[in-house]
């Protein structure tokens, strides 16, 4: 009698894991090209996959979109970690803000993403760890005399996205902009002892 050979299930799920990070990897670069209007596609194209198998991973675009601000979190959430053993705090402090900046500038997607939808970008702060990992390293920056006293950790995601606004808007109608300036300019006045008094802040992050 003749029998169907059936693949284990551990390989379909090793398959299975390939796949979506090979779409997930896919979707990192065009996205960052091409920006939220990207065809899945090109994707799918670009993964080696159909397009039914990137629909099997995530049900829609914005499924998709949510995993790769997902995963971008939980990177700064790392970097932010390795961040607070240094022994300067507000040096690395504006090293993560530049690596920060670099990497949403060069991702169209992300600088989008953050303009259009700030309060996801704030869920996924809070969800992945990154927005107390930031308010700690403002502690430990202010204890050491190099950030102004009256700076709060939600002056970060209010800054970074306003950086998402205008490079997101700036997209294929001017030369590149001058991003490393902005971010200077943007450290400057959080440097302490500061010129102005900040008024209070409005909202906080919800925890």
């Known amino acids: 009698m003749a029998t169907t050979s059936k693949a284990p299930t551990s390989a379909l799920r090793a398959d299975a894991r390939r796949n979506r990070d090979a779409v997930l990897a896919a979707a990192r670069e065009r996205l960052a090209k091409d920006g939220l209007d990207g065809p899945i596609e090109d994707i799918a194209r670009t993964a080696g996959v159909g397009v039914g198998t990137v629909y099997r991973h995530f049900p829609s675009k914005g499924d998709l979109i949510a995993a790769l601000v ?29 690596f920060s900046a670099e990497r949403q500038v060069r991702d169209r997607a992300l600088s989008q993403f953050l303009a259009q939808q700030p309060e996801l970008g704030y869920h996924n702060a809070v969800e992945t760890g990154l927005a107390d990992l930031t308010a700690q390293l403002i502690a430990n920056a202010q204890r050491a005399g190099g950030m102004r006293k009256d700076a709060v950790v939600e002056d970060v995601p209010t800054l970074v ?27 400057d006045g959080l440097r302490a002892p500061g010129v102005n008094k900040l008024p209070p802040p409005r909202a906080s992050i919800p925890r």
């Open 70 to 98: 997902r995963d971008r979190f939980e990177r700064l959430a790392e970097r932010t970690a390795q961040a607070l053993a240094e022994d300067d705090p507000w040096a690395a402090f504006c090293d993560l803000i530049r």
């Open 161 to 187: 996205c306003g950086l998402g606004a205008v490079t997101a808007g700036a997209a294929g109608a001017m030369p590149e902009l001058n991003w490393e300036r902005y971010v200077e300019i943007m450290l």
